[in-house]
C-alpha cells in the first residue's frame, strides 16, 4: 500500500524531486568549478612567487661573482642564497610558507642597503588565500 502512496506523491508533488536532483547536480557542477579554480588561482600564485624567488636567487648570485669572498657583503649574500635554495616548493599548506616569503622580501632589502643599491622586485603584492 505504501508503494501507491510513493508514486502518488511523485505525481502529485515533484517539486521535492526535482529540488532535490537540482540540488544534486548543482552540487557536483559548484565542486567542479570550484576546483577548476582553485587550481587556476594557485597556478598563477605559485608561478609569481616563483618569479618572485627566481629573481632574488639570480640578483644575489650576480653580486656574489663580483664582491670579494671575504667580505661581510659575500657571507651575508651567500647565507641568503643558501636559504633561497632551501626553499621548499612542495606542500606550501603550512602557515610558515608566508612567513618564509615575507622573510625573504625583509632579507632582500636588507642585502640591497647593504650594496647600497636601490631595487624593488617589480610586482611585490601582498601574500593571501
Avoid at 616548493?89 to 602557515?95: D, K, L, N
Avoid at 616569503?101 to 640591497?112: E, L, P, Y
Wanted: glycine fraction near 8%; aromatic fraction near 14%; include cysteine.
Amino acid at each position: 500500500m505504501e508503494n501507491k502512496d510513493d508514486t502518488f506523491d511523485s505525481i502529485l508533488f515533484p517539486e521535492d524531486r526535482l529540488s532535490a536532483k537540482g540540488f544534486k547536480e548543482g552540487y557536483a557542477y559548484g565542486s567542479k568549478q570550484g576546483f577548476d579554480d582553485a587550481c587556476a588561482a594557485g597556478y598563477a600564485r605559485g608561478k609569481d612567487i616563483g618569479k618572485e624567488v627566481g629573481f632574488y636567487v639570480g640578483f644575489v648570485q650576480l653580486w656574489l661573482e663580483m664582491i670579494d669572498e671575504g667580505s661581510r657583503q659575500h657571507r651575508v649574500l651567500a647565507t641568503f642564497v643558501s636559504k633561497l635554495k632551501q626553499f621548499q616548493v612542495q606542500g606550501t599548506e603550512s602557515p610558515d610558507y608566508t612567513n618564509q616569503i615575507s622573510q625573504f622580501r625583509a632579507k632582500f632589502k636588507h642585502v640591497c642597503a647593504l650594496l647600497k643599491v636601490q631595487l624593488d622586485y617589480p610586482s611585490t603584492q601582498p601574500l593571501a588565500f
